[in-house]
T-cell receptor, first 115, second 109 residues
């Protein structure tokens, strides 16, 4: 089944404790991105990657890191989480075809609470 | 960068009535406008999209219109049903995909 998976789905942690949220897709998509969703603010892009070893900042990158060592995986790293990073996080992927626009496929979401 | 404004933030309609959600965008280079539906506790899912060379697109009870001159686009849902209740997001893609803040639609039986 074609899908985007994220782990963990729920995480409660404390300020300053490094964490990684994994994201994996099995559709051979080139483009992957991370969003955070907060009430009243919609979906805001954190980072995106257009292919292996190619990453760039989105609208709200502060406090986050990403890597893209393999095409299928795009982990989100919080080196020193703070309470303002408490949010619902979505990973998404889409095939990249020059000059075309395609549906983004979202993962199931990770609800993160930083105490 | 792109800025997408979405209105209203909440919308309540009686079952069977129509619902309209409107969005405006700022980047005239944007050329792709998808709409996503997010049910409670679930991921956003694409329901319809429109490209800049088309003025209107319809899929059963859902339609989207685009006015590139005015830089606005709208989602129309006719004959609403309780299962249409969800949060709807518009988005515009220029260089990157930018989402509106969402509209919570409640369909009252």
């Amino acid at each position: 089944e074609a899908q985007v998976t994220q782990n963990p789905r729920y995480l409660i942690t404390v300020t300053g404790k490094k964490l990684t949220v994994t994201c994996s897709q099995n559709m051979n998509h080139e483009y992957m991105s991370w969003y955070r969703q907060d009430p009243g603010l919609g979906l805001r892009q954190i980072y995106y990657s257009m292919n292996v070893e190619v990453t760039d900042k989105g609208d709200v990158p502060e406090g986050y890191k990403v890597s893209r060592k393999e095409k299928r995986n795009f982990p989100l790293i919080l080196e020193s989480p703070s309470p303002n990073q408490t949010s619902l996080y979505f990973c998404a992927s889409t095939p990249y075809i020059a000059g075309a626009n395609n549906e983004q496929f979202f993962g199931p979401g990770t609800r993160l609470t930083v105490l | 960068g792109e800025n997408v404004e979405q209105h209203p933030s909440t919308l309540s309609v009686q079952e069977g009535d129509s619902a309209v959600i409107k969005c405006t965008y700022s980047d005239s280079a944007s050329n792709y406008f998808p709409w996503y539906k997010q049910e409670l506790g679930k991921r956003p899912q694409l329901i319809i999209d429109i490209r800049s060379n088309v003025g209107e697109k319809k899929d059963q009870r859902i339609a989207v219109t685009l006015n590139k001159t005015a830089k606005h686009f709208s989602l129309h849902i006719t004959e609403t049903q309780p299962e249409d209740s969800a949060v709807y997001f518009c988005a515009a893609k220029g260089y990157q995909l930018t989402f509106g803040k969402g509209t919570k639609l409640s369909v009252i039986p």
